[in-house]
């Protein structure tokens, strides 16, 4: 009987990571009772370990308002860029840099705010915590972009203490940060998309999902936004539901599967974005 031995050797190969080159972030948010403002960096390879982007801090940012030069953007601190002028509905800004050799540039316009109405019923016994009705009645004229979250308000001590998911069918809302609850009914996130295609009079109605007080209130936020922040905040959110790790750095999503955030900066990456926002304060009915 002849026996055989093969042998072998192990070899440690280093395989480098592709040459790195950062992009530049453009991120602002217009909004029209607030000066101008923008911040500029660079991204981070997915090697590094750092968790804020290195600021840019010599560009040149120009301000354009329907075409025609509004201002220069002066740098402020850690690649903030400001300009004390506020923008206006209907108007279209456009902000251009200029780093070194390199230009970046992002449009967007300001929607207009529409007409809308919040109302709480009574304590409703069929609903969960015995919470009240709530409906949200919203007039639009055209194709519009809007959204809304409630936070839960308690008097005393005063504090806001934490946004309320919301029940409803409405056929109105946006569906894909949704959930269905163990009795079958539709549970919206805390930040609820209204569907832009429907035109006329709306009338939203559901159920805040957490019980709050008799004294307490219900803080709702409304945003007009325009086109580009919609699709940017809806990106957002999905990319931020499906992360693969949660806050404690746990498994969040085993079947990740990775998401495209949309941005309408040409040159570089990032979100200019314009929002209309309004806040009203609904009491609890005695």
């Given at each position: 009987?002849?026996?055989s031995?093969?042998?072998?050797c192990?070899?440690?190969?280093?395989?480098?990571?592709?040459?790195?080159?950062?992009?530049?972030?453009?991120?602002?948010?217009?909004?029209?009772?607030?000066?101008?403002?923008?911040?500029?960096?660079?991204?981070?390879?997915v090697?590094?370990?750092?968790?804020?982007?290195?600021p840019?801090?010599?560009?040149?940012?120009?301000?354009?308002e329907?075409g025609?030069?509004?201002?220069?953007?002066?740098?402020?601190?850690?690649?903030?860029y400001?300009?004390?002028k506020?923008?206006?509905?209907?108007?279209?800004y456009?902000?251009?840099?200029?780093?070194?050799?390199?230009?970046i540039?992002a449009?967007?316009?300001?929607?207009?705010?529409?007409?809308?109405?919040?109302?709480?019923?009574?304590?409703?016994?069929?609903?969960?915590?015995?919470?009240?009705d709530?409906?949200?009645e919203?007039?639009?004229?055209s194709?519009?972009?809007?959204?809304?979250?409630?936070?839960?308000?308690?008097?005393?001590?005063?504090v806001?203490?934490?946004?309320?998911?919301?029940?409803?069918?409405?056929v109105?809302?946006?569906?894909?940060?949704?959930?269905?609850?163990?009795?079958?009914?539709?549970?919206?996130?805390?930040?609820?998309?209204i569907?832009?295609?429907?035109?006329?009079?709306?009338?939203?109605?559901?159920?805040?999902?957490?019980q709050?007080?008799?004294?307490s209130?219900?803080?709702?936020?409304?945003?007009?936004?325009?086109y580009?922040?919609?699709?940017y905040?809806?990106?957002?959110?999905?990319?931020?539901?499906n992360r693969?790790s949660?806050?404690?750095?746990?498994?969040n999503?085993?079947f990740?599967?990775?998401?495209?955030?949309y941005?309408?900066v040409?040159g570089?990456?990032?979100i200019?974005?314009?929002?209309?926002?309004?806040?009203?304060?609904?009491?609890?009915?005695?």
């Open positions: 009987m002849t026996a031995i093969l042998t072998g192990i070899r440690n190969i280093d395989i480098p990571y592709p040459d790195y080159k950062p992009q530049k972030v453009l991120m602002g948010t217009l909004e029209p009772n607030k000066p101008i403002s923008i911040r500029l960096s660079n991204t981070l390879p090697t590094s370990t750092d968790t804020v982007y290195p840019i801090t010599n560009a040149k940012v120009l301000c354009f329907d025609i030069l509004l201002g220069e953007l002066s740098h402020q601190k850690d690649g903030i400001s300009l004390e506020t923008p206006k509905s209907k108007s279209i456009k902000i251009q840099a200029s780093i070194d050799s390199e230009m540039t449009t967007d316009t300001m929607p207009s705010p529409i007409n809308f109405s919040v109302e709480l019923t009574k304590d409703n016994l069929q609903n969960v915590n015995y919470n009240p709530f409906k949200l919203i007039q639009r004229e194709k519009s972009y809007n959204w809304f979250s409630i936070t839960y308000y308690r008097a005393s001590p005063p806001i203490v934490r946004p309320q998911p919301f029940f409803s069918e409405s109105y809302l946006d569906l894909f940060n949704s959930s269905k609850s163990l009795n079958g009914k539709t549970l919206h996130g805390f930040n609820i998309r569907k832009p295609e429907y035109i006329g009079k709306l009338a939203i109605e559901g159920v805040p999902g957490n709050f007080n008799k004294d209130s219900l803080y709702v936020q409304f945003l007009d936004v325009s580009s922040y919609d699709r905040l809806k990106t957002a959110i999905v990319a931020w539901e693969v949660n806050n404690e750095g746990g498994l999503n085993p990740y599967e990775p998401v495209t955030i941005s309408n040409t570089g990456i990032g200019l974005g314009s929002v209309q926002t309004r806040l009203v304060v609904v009491k609890r009915p005695k």
